[in-house]
């Protein structure tokens, strides 16, 4: 199975910052690599995906980047509804595997 | 609007079974392949099984594999889990989430909704 790792684990930021994401994957994924947000109690909802392609109704601030192993999600000012954990998913080989997870708390 | 929602899950001793279940309303349900994802405490989410838009084909991940079993009712909108011989490592919130393929260069799929989850305790 492709492992994926997502770093930092956690980290405490300010409305206005920009933060950055990082999920690294086992082997080459290419572009096969989705990223969501998770609300404690609530569904989790899809960001981006395809590595870079934001989904309807996303926030322009949020942005993917990324091939092959190395893929970042970045937001570009931190907003407070964005205080979540995020997670990254890879779609290139079955079974799909998730990192785990990024919980972004307020400074 | 797409809704999921889970139920079933609960405190179950270890050697168990359990049956959760998934009702979806908003979207025609038999076009959509399903998967069931769980996540444990602390830790990030894992892939568990899914289903094929008509039911023919289910695949699993190897540590769930001959103990838990995926199905859907198409006639009733409805996705199911089978959890047999329950082991305290299975504790997890259980979601179940609509798998989309969209093809560019190749078929990219991803889970485009997903519902609150249902908690499963598996605990003597």
């Known amino acids: 199975d492709i492992q994926m790792t997502q770093y930092p684990s956690s980290l405490s930021a300010s409305v206005g910052d920009r933060v950055t994401i990082t999920c690294r994957a086992s082997q080459s994924i290419t572009t096969y690599l989705n990223w969501y947000q998770h609300k404690p109690g609530k569904a989790p909802k899809l960001l981006i995906s395809?590595?870079?392609s934001l989904k309807r109704g996303v926030p322009s601030r949020f942005s993917g980047s990324g091939y092959g192993t190395d893929f970042t999600l970045t937001i570009s000012s931190l907003q407070p509804e964005d205080f979540a954990s995020y997670f990254c998913q890879q779609s290139s080989n079955m079974p799909p595997t998730f990192g785990q997870g990024t919980k972004v708390d307020i400074k | 609007e797409v809704q999921l929602v889970e139920s079933g899950g609960g405190l179950v001793q270890p050697g168990g079974s359990l049956r959760l279940s998934c009702s979806a309303s908003?979207?025609?349900?038999?076009?959509?392949?399903m998967s069931w994802v769980r996540q444990a405490p602390g830790k990030g989410p894992e892939w568990v099984a899914n289903i094929k838009k008509d039911g023919t084909v289910q695949s699993y991940v190897d540590s769930v594999k001959g103990r838990f079993t995926i199905s859907r009712d198409n006639a009733k909108n409805s996705l199911y889990l089978q959890l047999d011989s329950l082991r305290a490592e299975d504790t997890a919130v259980y979601y179940c989430?609509?798998?989309?393929?969209?093809?560019?260069?190749?078929?990219?799929?991803?889970?485009?909704?997903w519902g609150q989850g249902t908690p499963v305790t598996v605990s003597s």
């Open positions: 989430a609509r798998e989309y393929s969209e093809f560019w260069s190749g078929y990219y799929n991803y889970f485009d909704s």
């Open positions: 395809a590595a870079s």
């Open positions: 908003g979207f025609t349900f038999s076009l959509y392949w």
